[in-house]
Antibody, heavy 121, light 107 residues
Framework: QVQLQESGPGLVKPSETLSLTCTVSGGSISTSSFYWGWIRQPPGKGLEWIGSIYYSGSTYYNSSLTSRVIISIDTSKNQISLNLSSVTAADTALYYC?????????????WGQGTLVTVSS | DIQMTQSPSSLSASVGDRVTITCRASQNIKNHLNWFQQRPGRAPELLVYAASSLQNGVPSRFSGSGAGTDFTLTISTLQPEDFATYYCLQSHSTPVWTFGQGTKVEI
């Protein structure tokens, strides 16, 4: 069964770049059946889709974050990465990576356990 | 972008109650609507996909309905383990997803 595991620094200073990695095990990310995405959840708040990437490298970003977000894929390592620049306290959140079905049905969604990132000096 | 409006934001209920949560899309999303349950400290878990299809292993007291712009999640007989936060998600514009604001079901 596919598993996703997020990793990266738990503390980032304001104005710096948040960088996270999601390692996928139990299946290849080089598949046409899925997108690979990032979703975040500020403490005590709701879920926000950040962006997604296809195995081809095509990327899709939340319009509210597009100027600060870069998502990349490393098929040799079976990993996707998130870079969010110029962070502020508002970017403090639990960051999840997720597998998204290529179709418009979310039946095959898989989530990582999430990693908490705090933005603070 | 497709906007999702979920209501209520919270509700108080008792074990055995029937609970209904609604979600409205800003445009026609056919049946590309999903419902998730999230317990504290846990990743969201899929309950319903395609508006009304129950994910494997989800108890039959959960049901989803609707199409187009208006959708409903119903818990027919609330159980203690159902006290959680529920989110709708539109996947019509996959991979661009939009979540509802969430509904916290409290005792």
């Amino acid at each position: 069964q596919v598993q996703l595991q997020e990793s990266g620094p738990g503390l980032v200073k304001p104005s710096e770049t948040l960088s996270l990695t999601c390692t996928v095990s139990g299946g290849s990310i080089s598949t046409s059946s899925f997108y690979w995405g990032w979703i975040r959840q500020p403490p005590g708040k709701g879920l926000e889709w950040i962006g997604s990437i296809y195995y081809s490298g095509s990327t899709y970003y939340n319009s509210s974050l597009t100027s600060r977000v870069i998502i990349s894929i490393d098929t040799s390592k079976n990993q996707i990465s998130l870079n969010l620049s110029s962070v502020t306290a508002a970017d403090t959140a639990l960051y999840y990576c997720a597998r998204q079905s290529f179709s418009a049905y979310a039946r095959w969604v898989r989530w990582g356990q999430g990693t908490l990132v705090t933005v603070s000096s | 972008d497709i906007q999702m409006t979920q209501s209520p934001s919270s509700l108080s209920a008792s074990v055995g109650d029937r609970v209904t949560i609604t979600c409205r899309a800003s445009q026609n999303i056919k049946n590309h609507l999903n419902w998730f349950q999230q317990r504290p400290g846990r990743a969201p878990e899929l309950l319903v996909y395609a508006a009304s299809s129950l994910q494997n292993g989800v108890p039959s007291r959960f049901s989803g309905s609707g199409a187009g712009t208006d959708f409903t999640l119903t818990i027919s007989t609330l159980q203690p383990e159902d006290f959680a936060t529920y989110y709708c998600l539109q996947s019509h514009s996959t991979p661009v997803w939009t979540f509802g604001q969430g509904t916290k079901v409290e005792i």
